[in-house]
């Protein structure tokens, strides 16, 4: 090992036992080395362990060039050995068998020793050694420090080192090929030329607030961000290598493992992948919501196989819960608006009929004539008014019991020719007061549908009556009937009268709301398209309407192939 002496011994003759104490040291220490070179000559090249990148990193920042061996083996060196010793690489250094002799089976520090470099120069140096925590088991550190005892401080040694007493050499056992079963998996070591681009990507990571986690192929943790250590309250090192599932209510276990399951398959739901909804359980206690989106990552050499991205949505959750007790709240004023209504109609409709019974017997004089003709109008009024108001609480009505589900309708077959007539008979003098043509046009041969008959007779009454309304004299008003090619059945009423614009017809189709028209003042409630609407659902038909300003309104009412009934 080159000239060497005790720490702090001073340049003595030694006695004749100190002389052959030392010769026997010196001769297990020559035996010692030749075993090592023997082996090292006879055994396979050796490779450098699968290092872990913190360790690794640790070593390699170290100024002072540093050797590490274990059972007798020496197992890494860092750039700044490599340099002084002459070599490329970490492997080429502990394939070297005169490196090896020398420090493989070293077991003490040496204060003062000649160490040559790579160009065949000698450098007097100290040889400081500790014990370190290593791959399977503590391994020794020697730390090459240039110059004498006097001026030499001590190297500083890794983190977190191991404080055991310095093994002998008679303690170290005989070497052993590597044990590559017992070691990790191998972490890629990252390009040298792009350390600063590593952490780059790092910090950008931790700045997500979004957790983005890597795991290995059984789903053991490998890295964790700083978004991630925010989420579940864990720092790197309490969850590096265990399962990324113990962090999961135990619910959401089962969704996690077959999630992987589903990503390591060929199936097409590998490659659309659209997350899934998780409860965390966080180191403060209690749980988390969170929206976990996992990618197996595509990298041969990587440790990590996927990659797993946890987004917290507490606060989502939270509007969810909001929103729908708002929908429920809004859909249970809805029912009781509408429960009134219909309660109140019954109730109103019976003052009435006597109201329009009365008044019916006053105006034809059954009894008796009337003497004043201010009253036979007063008379006349009062039935009128009557009737609008009991149109209107029919209306109002059957409008309620529609939003309530309480609607009875009787499904029969219906033919829509007979509807079609009874509709325009209904209507034909009102037609002609308006001076309007209405007339049908129904295929010949329609198959009858199921329906409501009373309901299907009132709906092309409002349909036909609000058509009349809104035509000028001359104009027309049709009422047609055919198949499609798709099987389904359409009954369209179209008329030429003075249309509406897009925010019209939303006007017109909303309860209690009259479209009003520049120079026409047509009375009405605001309740027959609406209802009309609602009715044409209720028979599990199609509404559609469509108009333009000027150019009249078409509205179409399409039965499916499920409703029309074969010949």
Request: charged share 25%.
């Amino acid at each position: 090992f080159g000239k060497q002496s005790a720490d702090n011994a001073p340049a003595a003759k030694l006695q004749p036992a100190e002389t052959e104490a030392f010769n026997r040291l010196g001769r297990a220490l020559k035996e010692e080395v030749g075993l090592a070179a023997k082996h090292a000559e006879t055994a396979p090249r050796r490779v450098v362990p699968s290092i872990p990148e913190l360790l690794r990193g640790t070593i390699d920042r170290l100024e002072r060039p540093v050797l590490i061996t274990r059972d007798g083996q020496l197992r890494y060196g860092n750039p700044a050995a490599q340099r002084l010793f002459g070599f490329e690489n970490a492997e080429d250094m502990i394939n070297d068998v005169k490196l090896w002799d020398r420090f493989a089976a070293l077991d003490q520090p040496l204060s003062v020793t000649e160490i040559e470099h790579g160009d065949g120069q000698s450098l007097t140096a100290s040889v400081q050694m500790s014990v370190v925590p290593w791959i399977g088991g503590p391994a020794r550190q020697f730390t090459i420090v240039p110059g004498t005892p006097s001026t030499i401080e001590k190297a500083p040694a890794l983190p977190d080192k191991i404080e055991e007493p310095a093994l002998k050499a008679q303690d170290i056992p005989p070497p052993e090929p590597p044990a590559k079963a017992q070691l990790p998996p191998a972490i890629p070591e990252p390009a040298p030329e792009l350390p600063v681009a590593d952490d780059e990507l790092r910090a950008i990571l931790d700045t997500a607030t979004d957790g983005i986690i890597t795991l290995d192929a059984q789903g053991k943790i490998h890295t964790f961000s700083a978004g991630a250590e925010a989420i579940f309250g864990y720092r790197i090192a309490e969850v590096a290598d265990k399962p990324f599932a113990q962090l999961l209510a135990p619910e959401s276990r089962k969704v996690l493992r077959d999630y992987l399951s589903v990503l390591q398959g060929p199936g097409v739901a590998s490659v659309f992948n659209d997350g899934r909804e998780v409860s965390a359980v966080v180191k403060q206690g209690g749980s988390v919501p969170l929206f976990l989106t996992l990618g197996k990552l595509q990298a041969p050499n990587s440790r990590a196989s996927f990659c797993a991205v946890v987004r917290d949505i507490t606060q989502w959750k939270k509007t969810e819960t909001e929103l729908r007790d708002a929908k429920d709240a809004a859909e249970a004023t809805s029912r009781q608006k509408s429960e009134f209504l219909a309660r109140i109609s019954h109730e109103l409709r019976t003052p009435l009929n006597a109201i329009m019974g009365f008044s019916e017997v006053m105006r034809l004089q059954r009894f008796g004539e009337i003497g004043n003709e201010k009253y036979k109008g007063y008379v006349n009024d009062i039935h009128a008014s009557g009737g609008h108001l009991l149109s209107l609480i029919n209306d109002l009505l059957d409008l309620s019991k529609v939003e309530a589900g309480k609607l009875e309708l009787n499904f029969t077959s219906v033919n829509l020719g007979d509807v079609t007539d009874h509709a325009i008979r209904m209507l034909q003098e009102q037609a002609t007061a308006a001076r309007v043509v209405l007339r049908k046009t129904l295929t010949p041969g329609l198959p009858n549908v199921v329906a409501d008959l009373r309901s299907m007779r009132q709906i092309l009454i409002n349909l036909l009556s609000n058509a009349l309304k809104f035509t000028d004299p001359g104009g027309q008003v049709i009422v047609s009937a055919q198949m499609t090619q798709g099987g389904e059945l359409k009954l369209r009423v179209k008329d030429t009268g003075i249309g509406m614009t897009p925010e019209q017809m939303r006007d017109a189709l909303e309860p209690f709301r009259r479209v009003v028209t520049d120079g026409r003042d047509t009375p009405g409630t605001g309740l027959g398209l609406p209802l009309t609407k609602a009715l044409a659902e209720a028979n599990r038909t199609k509404f559609e309407m469509t108009s333009e300003a000027r150019k009249g309104t078409l509205v179409e009412i399409t039965f499916p192939t499920t409703r029309v009934l074969a010949e």
